[in-house]
């Protein structure tokens, strides 16, 4: 069990990264300075540095992160009875809940640094991979390169869903619609 000022450290690196994800889904990475993000955070500029090295740090280390969590999760899920469903509704869930990070990956990966980038790149390959191998038994009939694109589509939709949300409104239920057009997506027929 971790000590009370471990807790403590790792709730400030997450409000941290948090304000970061903010602030960089806003204005950018390059607009963004580590001094307002300590504001958001509601600490001082110094205290940054107790948990990131720099700027470029903190984006590599929230980027590398995600992704990361999104592999564990991806391997959660497809130990699951129904491992598609379960990878739909993780990546759903994520993408209503980091929205401020998809934004950020959309806008900021090329700013990282190449061993961060080439790290982040590697792990979303294997969560492709996850779900190309949990597709195939839905699709008997595709090859693998027609998986890749069904996956790639159904990614489209759910990291869109931050964009949608901000223009539609409220959703009674924007994981389960979103986990349902990702699943009809990703086993639409052939025309």
Not at 101 to 116: G, H, K, M, T, W
């Given at each position: 069990?971790?000590?009370?000022r471990?807790?403590?450290?790792?709730?400030?690196?997450?409000?941290?990264?948090?304000?970061?994800?903010?602030?960089?889904?806003?204005?950018?990475?390059?607009?963004?300075?580590?001094?307002?993000?300590?504001?958001?955070?509601?600490?001082?500029a110094?205290?940054?540095?107790?948990?990131?090295?720099?700027?470029?740090?903190?984006?590599?280390?929230?980027?590398?992160?995600?992704?990361?969590?999104?592999?564990?999760?991806?391997?959660?899920?497809?130990?699951?009875?129904?491992?598609?469903?379960?990878?739909?509704?993780?990546?759903?869930?994520?993408?209503?809940?980091?929205s401020?990070?998809?934004?950020?990956?959309?806008?900021?990966?090329?700013?990282?640094?190449?061993?961060?980038?080439?790290?982040?790149?590697?792990?979303?390959?294997?969560?492709?991979?996850?779900?190309?191998?949990a597709?195939?038994?839905?699709?008997?009939?595709?090859d693998?390169?027609?998986?890749?694109?069904?996956?790639?589509?159904?990614?489209?939709?759910?990291?869109?869903?931050?964009?949608?949300?901000?223009?539609?409104?409220?959703?009674?239920?924007?994981?389960?619609?979103?986990?349902?057009?990702?699943?009809?997506?990703?086993?639409?027929?052939r025309?």
């Amino acid at each position: 069990m971790a000590s009370l000022r471990e807790q403590a450290k790792a709730h400030r690196r997450a409000e941290l990264l948090a304000a970061a994800a903010r602030l960089f889904a806003a204005d950018g990475f390059h607009a963004t300075t580590l001094g307002a993000v300590a504001a958001d955070a509601g600490v001082s500029a110094p205290a940054v540095y107790r948990h990131f090295a720099s700027k470029a740090d903190l984006l590599a280390q929230m980027l590398v992160g995600v992704s990361e969590s999104l592999l564990a999760g991806g391997r959660a899920a497809c130990e699951s009875a129904s491992p598609l469903v379960a990878l739909c509704t993780a990546h759903a869930r994520f993408a209503v809940n980091e929205s401020a990070v998809i934004r950020v990956q959309e806008r900021d990966l090329a700013s990282l640094d190449p061993e961060p980038r080439h790290r982040v790149r590697s792990l979303q390959a294997e969560y492709v991979q996850l779900w190309v191998s949990a597709l195939a038994p839905a699709v008997p009939d595709a090859d693998e390169a027609e998986l890749r694109l069904r996956v790639h589509a159904a990614f489209g939709l759910l990291n869109s869903t931050p964009h949608a949300l901000r223009r539609s409104g409220a959703v009674s239920d924007p994981v389960g619609l979103f986990t349902n057009l990702a699943l009809a997506a990703l086993t639409a027929p052939r025309r």
